[in-house]
């Protein structure tokens, strides 16, 4: 009873992985899935490094038991972007030098891409709403909300 | 923003980052993502003492558990390191704690298996006893304390003025610094007026999002190490000095840091994972959690008392200073900050008699090292501080007292060094045209006060320290440099790249830079201190121009007239026959410099350049609690002349938004020697709600002389004025004064209440 | 974190027969954010943790009843309720809360029963139920009780509730024209754990406050009623000198000194934000809130 199979569509495919009940989404993306875009930083759903989308919504995956996501459908910062075009969301915090380190850049990028999906034109208030369970350590956050505002203009165009 | 665009069209121009793709699309490489086959983890289990001998260590049930590969103590270590003590002042850290234990946290042993979580849990069985031993924690009752953290002095030797240190006991005086200029007794004695002050700051955290993470994989007769590390070049010497290696059989790689701000430097697990995989003969990976950073580096608190002789006419005579750094239990780069940070304790102010005493001490505590600034901002903290007290004293606007006592270019500073290159009155002149500090200030209404504040700090370059590249041109004509430069974040790869793209003509976005790799990359002292862009850059510089002369003599070898416009490709086939060859281009850079006067801490050449950095800021104090919102935060800084405006105003802002947390709320609280905050719930740094309303960021028109097309490092610079212009400020809107960082809302309030004479109770 | 067997009953009924009060390594789980960090923290070493995901789908929902009363399932995500224009008609004050809860990510997997079971008293959300004067549908072996939210918390951590006992929902009673509000109070970063939280709820009549229930959290180990500065306000016209005076009363409550601050800056603290509390309820404006965010 410790150990179970779980099945769920991983960035739009088929996928099943063993797992011990212990483990946390995020490591089962890194160790089953070769997947390190979401990454363990804080460990306690304060900095948003280890952020995915579980059937469309953000989550911590360091919170997040693996087998909560039997059945689900899990996307990670890996599937943006994936084809030849980057999604506009990553394009624009390039275009607005929005990172540094890089280490936080796929939450932040993933929690954009929740905001704008449900405020297509985002007050600074609703930027902060959303964007204030994200930490970046490196300051970044001036550049961060300017290009929050470019993704949001791109996704219009 | 003032920029210029370089012939080349390369320096100066806002190019995005190399490894931008890479990072938004979460596939950038950082040491946290690597696997080896046959890998182990490591997980560690730490003193709870902070100073005690150790009386027992029991590991059996740990040892039992199912599926744990092995338990390591210390005694485990000395049998691959006899002398397992490292450390790049003193070799004064084991790498497992031997006989004692000197503060909360400190490794102990290490449980290695294949699953992380089991070498968790084993970690939790194991049992320490200690008895315990008398504990200092506070850097004044370190001076005199008879608690003693270490029996015996072992500087490194690497420093000459650490020697005089060696097997010196009974004390925690882990490098005394003394710089005397001119008579200041004298001045002192002559003075119309004298202020003393004292400031204090608090033990603060660099959390860097990516915790430590080292992996060894060793063999008997050789090691790699993939670690997150600001200094590989540092790692390799050091780990070939405890095994009795020569340096090529040590490897070091590391890939993009998430972040270091002066954290990973030096030796951090390095030594440690080499030991555990030279002991299990299999690949180790020791990752931090966010825990355990607090337990392993952080940046000192301070105390400093600072006091000044001033003359009728405001001219500032004589200042004395002497600083206290709270270097916890193992020295790390503690002593340098103590001796390069100390001899610029005055500020940057043309003072004709100065004298400093700075003093790094052991204590209990963990660790303290480099973080952003190297001291800097403690320094400034106090200095600004008191020049706005000063000033205040005697009924003149903060900014005139400054512009009279200004340090400009061409007088010397304390240690006697002449001012070249430092733009302290364009930065300082800039700053108060931003703010426009003539014009009438709103004071507020209501319970709400409004005030502002200017500060403004300085700093020297490490050194003498050197910088090694190579330039490689391939025979399609690309391009690839290879420099130990560690990119953590500031966008070295980027701004070298175009260094090199300016010479040779290339876009920046076509040279190809790979990561650190002691095997392929040359010597570089380390990434550190905001010494990458002039020394690296130099050498970076050297390289490329190298290789260019090299294509050039390659052309004339084939009788190509000079100018010729053959492709490069063409050439190497001319020369080869085909698609074949490599030209490399190498370049060497270590500055001038002589040391200070062991006595007198003076010298005519105590840095390569300076680096200066102003902050202006408005803000609202709400007097009924003390809440402080910062509306407006200008930072200022002299450049030199910036390789990537973008990427230098990012630092700029970046750094001050990092400072502002360490200003307001951030710090690390101990009952005991224990960190009792020791997570990201706990210990709060700032998020998106706690910026200030507006953020401006800029850099004044400048040339370095000497640095790479007039450039030189940022990175630090606007850390230095934020916690003094904030304080300054708040005294500015409601007449109170706060001595000690962090200047959270029950000081302010506390002091409000204080001042009215009717202070707040304790509980 | 050590591996643990991990149930998923079909039914609450199912998952109260499989909790048992005597065995504290047996535990529910619903969103599981508060129950990962306890085992991370290695403070919480489960035997087996039966996951109320898959209980029937009425425990998730949130539903104005016909007497206007707010129910919600105790397996509702705080992100659903946030985003719910039910609970915005009944109680917008819960949205405004939310808000400043967590995170989204949070919010977007915690449920409310977890919310109030965990008993830590930094929580937002049991202050504002309290004052909303909201009760609990409590599911056990032997059937379901109602339990008002004010009474649910015994101490740090604790609540009156059984080992085999669940919250099934939670019913806010109509607001008809009471106003409400939340303020939360923090003293390091903006996401920081509240040095205190005051939780207002007014009926007000022309100019003057008919009753008031205030509720403090995070500064005592338990939500409080400030009763003192509930009756300085009954029956009064609201001035700045009667806020201070309630403030006042408020404020001569015990409460804990931490690293948020000392409990005589936490009782100046909520001198001063009672009465801004208040002030935020009489601007809020009775019943249905205007759609925020």
Same mark, same amino acid.
């Given at each position: ?157 | ?256 840091? !998430?972040?270091?701000? *002066? ?7 390095? &030594? ?5 995989? /030279?002991? $299990? %003969? ?86 303290? !090292?480099?973080?952003? *600034? ?7 903290? &106090? ?5 706005? /007290?000063? $000033? %205040? ?90 420099? *130990? ?279 | ?293």
């Amino acid at each position: 009873m410790n150990a179970r199979t779980i099945r769920f569509t991983l960035n739009g495919g088929p996928a099943t992985a063993e797992i011990g009940t212990h483990q946390s989404l995020v490591e089962v993306l890194q160790q089953r899935f070769d997947l390190f875009g979401a990454r363990e930083s804080c460990a306690q759903g304060l900095c948003g490094c280890c952020t995915v989308l579980v059937d469309g919504k953000a989550v911590s995956g360091c919170l997040f038991l693996a087998v909560f996501a039997d059945g689900a459908h899990v996307e990670t910062v890996e599937h943006l972007g994936a084809g030849e075009r980057l999604d506009p969301v990553q394009e624009a915090f390039i275009e607005a030098g929005a990172f540094q380190c890089g280490f936080c850049t796929p939450g932040f990028v993933l929690m954009t891409r929740q905001l704008l999906d449900e405020k297509p034109d985002p007050s600074d208030a609703e930027i902060g709403h959303y964007l204030s369970g994200n930490l970046c350590r490196c300051g970044t956050y001036p550049q961060i909300v300017e290009a929050v505002r470019l993704a949001a203009k791109k996704r219009k165009a | 923003m003032t920029t210029t665009i370089s012939p080349g069209g390369q320096v100066g121009r806002s190019v995005p980052r190399l490894e931008a793709r890479a990072k938004v699309t979460g596939r950038a490489e950082y040491v946290h993502n690597l696997r080896l086959p046959g890998m182990l983890y490591g997980k560690i289990f730490r003193s709870r003492t902070a100073h005690g001998r150790i009386r027992r260590l029991d590991v059996a049930a740990a040892r039992a558990m199912d599926g744990v590969q092995s338990v390591i103590t210390a005694e485990d270590v000395r049998r691959v390191i006899p002398d397992p003590y490292y450390g790049p002042a003193f070799h004064d850290q084991p790498i497992l704690a031997i006989d004692k234990v000197r503060y909360v946290g400190e490794p102990v042993a290490v449980v290695l298996a294949a699953d992380p979580h089991i070498a968790e849990a084993a970690a939790h069985l194991i049992v320490a006893e200690y008895e315990e031993l008398p504990a200092v924690f506070d850097e004044r009752e370190a001076m005199t304390s008879t608690a003693i953290v270490h029996e015996v002095l072992r500087p490194a030797g690497t420093f000459p003025d650490l020697k005089h240190l060696e097997g010196r006991t009974n004390t925690n005086i882990a490098l005394d610094f003394h710089l005397r200029q001119g008579d200041v007794e004298a001045a002192f004695a002559a003075a119309e007026h004298v202020f003393e002050h004292t400031f204090r700051t608090q033990q603060v955290l660099h959390v860097p999002l990516e915790p430590f993470v080292s992996l060894a994989d060793a063999t008997p007769s050789s090691v790699t190490i993939h670690t997150a590390s600001q200094s590989p070049s540092f790692v390799r010497i050091e780990i070939a000095r405890l095994l009795r290696w020569p340096e090529n059989r040590v490897r070091v790689k590391t890939l993009h840091l !998430g972040g270091g701000f *002066g954290a990973k430097l030096y030796i951090k697990l390095e &030594a440690l994972v080499v030991a555990l995989s /030279l002991l $299990a %003969r299999r690949p180790v990976k020791v990752a931090l959690s966010m825990e355990e950073q607090f337990y392993t580096i952080t940046k000192h608190a301070s105390t400093f008392r600072i006091k000044s002789a001033v003359a009728k006419d405001g001219r500032v005579t004589a200042r004395h200073c002497e600083v206290l750094w709270n270097g916890g239990a193992y020295a790390d780069i503690g002593p340098r900050v103590t001796q390069k940070s100390g001899f610029t304790a005055a500020g940057p102010y043309d003072i004709p008699a100065v004298s400093i005493d700075s003093y790094a001490l052991y204590t209990n505590l963990p660790p303290a !090292g480099a973080l952003r *600034g190297f001291g800097i901002p403690q320094l400034v903290w &106090a200095y600004e501080s008191h020049t706005d /007290l000063v $000033a %205040r004293a005697l009924g003149i606007d903060p900014l005139t007292f400054r512009r009279k006592n200004l340090l400009r270019n061409g007088r010397p500073q304390a240690t006697g060094t002449i001012m070249r290159d430092a733009e302290i009155e364009a930065v300082l002149e800039r700053l108060a045209a931003r703010l426009d500090w003539n014009r009438p200030f709103d004071r507020g209404a209501g319970p709400v006060k409004r005030g502002r504040g200017i500060a403004i700090g300085f700093k020297a370059s490490i050194a003498p320290t050197t910088s090694i590249a190579s330039v490689a041109i391939h025979a399609d004509g690309s391009c690839t440099l290879s420099c *130990g430069t560690v990119d953590m974040g500031q966008g070295s790869d980027t701004a070298m790249a175009q260094i090199v793209a300016e010479v040779l003509n290339l876009d920046a976005e076509a040279v190809a830079v790979i990561h650190p790799d002691t095997d392929v990359t040359p010597y570089d002292m380390a990434t550190l201190g905001s010494r990458s862009t002039y020394h690296m850059g130099n050498a970076v510089r050297l390289a490329a121009e190298d290789a260019r002369d090299k294509i050039a003599a390659l052309a004339a070898s084939l009788g190509l007239p000079p100018g010729s416009n053959l492709s490069l490709a063409e050439l190497f086939r001319r020369k080869y026959g085909m698609q074949a060859g490599t030209i490399i281009g190498t370049g060497s850079f270590i500055p001038s410099y002589s040391p200070p006067d062991h006595s007198t801490g003076l010298t005519e050449n105590a840095t390569p350049f300076w680096m200066i950095g102003a902050t202006g800021v408005e803000l609202e104090v709400d007097t009924e609690t003390g809440h402080v919102q910062v509306t407006r935060l200008v930072n200022v800084a002299d450049a030199g002349r910036a390789i990537n405006p973008r990427i230098v105003e990012t630092q700029l802002s970046g750094a001050s938004i990092m400072q502002l947390g360490f200003t307001l709320f951030e710090r690390m609280n101990f009952d005991k020697g224990q960190v009792t905050n020791a997570s990201l719930a706990d210990y709060k740094i700032p998020g998106m709600h706690d910026l200030p309303l507006a953020i401006e960021s800029e850099f004044v028109p400048a040339e370095q002389h000497g640095g790479p097309f007039g450039a030189k490092g940022v990175g630090e610079s606007a850390t230095f004025g934020v916690s003094p212009a904030i304080a300054n400020a708040i005294h500015d809107a409601v007449g109170v004064r706060l001595m000690a960082l962090p200047l959270t809302p029950e000081a302010v309030y506390r002091a409000i209440r204080a001042a009215a004479d009717d202070p707040l109770g304790e509980a | 974190m050590t591996p643990f067997e991990f149930v998923e009953p079909a039914s609450l009924g199912e998952a109260i027969a499989l909790l048992d009060p005597d065995d504290v390594s047996t535990r529910p789980v619903g969103g599981g954010t508060a129950i990962m960090l306890m085992m991370k923290f290695g403070v919480l070493v489960p035997a087996r943790l039966v996951s109320l995901r898959r209980v029937e789908e009425r425990f998730s929902r949130i539903a104005v009843e016909k007497d206007g009363s707010l129910r919600i399932g105790a397996l509702a995500t705080l992100r659903s309720i946030e985003r719910s224009s039910e609970a915005r008609r009944v109680a917008p004050v819960l949205a405004d809360a939310l808000l400043r809860l967590s995170n989204v990510r949070v919010r977007n997997v915690a449920t409310l029963g977890g919310h109030l079971a965990h008993a830590d008293p930094h929580m937002d959300l049991p202050p504002v139920l309290a004052s909303l004067g909201a009760e609990l549908v409590v599911a056990g072996p032997a059937g379901e009780r109602m339990l008002p939210v004010a009474d649910l918390f015994v101490g740090y951590l604790e609540t009156v509730l059984k080992g085999n006992e669940l919250i099934a929902e939670v019913v806010v009673p109509p607001q008809q024209d009471r106003r409400a509000a939340y303020v939360k109070c923090t003293t390091r970063s903006a996401d920081d754990w509240p040095a205190l939280g005051i939780a207002v709820s007014l009926a007000v009549s022309g100019p003057t406050i008919r009753d008031a229930r205030i509720v403090l959290g995070a500064a005592t180990d338990r939500p409080v009623r400030l009763a003192a500065a509930e009756a300085a306000l009954a029956g009064r016209e609201p001035s700045d000198a009667l806020l201070r005076a309630a403030g006042d009363a408020a404020a001569a409550i015990e409460l804990v000194s931490d690293a948020q601050g000392s409990a005589a800056y936490k009782r100046q603290l909520l001198r001063v934000y009672l009465g801004r509390a208040v002030r935020r309820a009489l601007a809020a404006g009775p019943g249905a809130g205007e759609a925020r965010q």
